[in-house]
């Protein structure tokens, strides 16, 4: 599994020609460091003097990175999943018209997959995206500046993920299903440009 | 070294109350995934039919990926030996005058060299996107999400060293130094918006 690999070696396979990791992969390990550093901020947070009225509320939002990044993190392994799953269809043997017909059935159910998986990525990110908010309003101001690197982390993961989608949408024939996802990718990504920047330009005052 | 480390045990470091990794070896590492992709897109870009009359050129980007995505790497590193020199300054005795007074010039050159290592991950950020431009162009188009995901990676990381050194150069008193490196910072972070976008659009345009 990719995040049981040193760090060195995860950007060695991203480089090299393996098509995977790739940038599905590494849109999920930089959502799952976004929501890290979110973790980080709330953890520096908690428990220290003049954030105690806040901790409540701190503690929440560290439940909820946690599980974002773990959650993310998870979509690693799901993007090589379904990586493979539309290679392997795209794999099936052609030579019978029946062959042909199931092999086009295979390959179609596979892309959808393939295109559900930054889908599911892409609405994390946007969480995350979400998340940075609060911390970056009430988190420690000496760590500040971890909740700016958390909101950009989670803003690129997002429109790396919205990429992974597109690719994927653009060989899919039902037609109902790409119009389903288009939406619901628009709805995810609605918002999220003036967010970001609400959320850094919070973290440049605090500095 | 958090290089050599697994890539769950980064990610729960990175998220744990301790202050290093955090977001300047975020940074680094984001910086170095963008590189690490664009790496990816070349070596898939080489050999391939249809890709000959660009090879050459593509293989020139690759080596200058590769060296980029190195000095990223080693970025992780200077980024934590350069906050133990700032924390061990802080914790310099401080009973006589003299002692504050060596105290405050540690300080003072450490917070110099603190600003210094996130100015250089910034320039190093903003090669990555301006290499961007021709491998989006003339990459391989099969896999060219993957320099997409290659300039949001290298902007996230571009404007998360800038927050690095906004908080680092706060403290320093040396107004020629702060003014020099603002200076710097400007001139690194001018136009890189509009290159990140035009990018991205032309990925858009070629899925």
Known sequence: MIKDKPVQQFLDELASKSSTPGGGGAAAIIGAMGAALISMVANLTVGKKNYEAVEGEIK???ARSEALRSQ???MVKADVDVFNKVMGAYGLP???DEQKAQRTTAIQAALKEATDVPLACAKLCAEVIN???PIAEKGNKGVISDAGVAVLAGYAALRSAALNVYINIGAIKDESFVQDRNRQLEKILSGMDTLTEK???IVKSRL
């Open 72 to 74: 993310l993190t998870g």
């Open 131 to 133: 998340l940075c908010l």
């Open 94 to 96: 052609k030579d019978t």
């Open 199 to 201: 959320v850094y330009q």
């Open 60 to 62: 929440t939002i560290l």
